[in-house]
């Protein structure tokens, strides 16, 4: 579901991201001004043929933190923004087949919700 979801927002980020320079860092700070908090990058190893493994760390996400004090360790808001990032990969980056799993969770009482993909 989340996917779906990132893929109709690209189109809203492209709007934006169209003035700014464009890449990663315009798409990253695009993410932490619409609300997603600010991804901290611990591995990055991206190949030309689209092959990746990347980790990154999410804190001051608001509707983590939210969804955290309301839903606990049930909550599944992660899987939206996962789908988002996923998305974001796919579409402005040019990675295939990305498939964001979470390691840590804000909600699971973790200081950072830790987001890998590998390919
Ligand atoms: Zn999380």
Do not use: Q
Not at 48 to 57: R, S
């Amino acid at each position: 579901m989340g996917g779906l979801i990132g893929h109709a927002s690209i189109a809203t980020t492209r709007v934006c991201a169209h003035i700014m320079e464009p890449g990663l860092s315009a798409i990253l700070a695009m993410l932490e001004f619409i609300g997603f908090g600010k991804p901290n990058f611990v591995k990055a190893d991206v190949k030309p043929d689209g092959g990746h493994h990347v980790i990154f760390h999410v804190k001051d996400n608001p509707v983590i933190e939210h969804a955290s004090r309301l839903f606990g360790a049930k909550s599944l808001v992660c899987n939206w923004f996962m789908g988002v990032y996923a998305a974001h990969g796919e579409l402005e980056l040019g990675l295939k087949h990305v498939k964001v799993h979470e390691n840590k969770c804000v909600c699971k009482g973790a200081r950072y919700c830790e987001w890998e993909t590998r390919w």
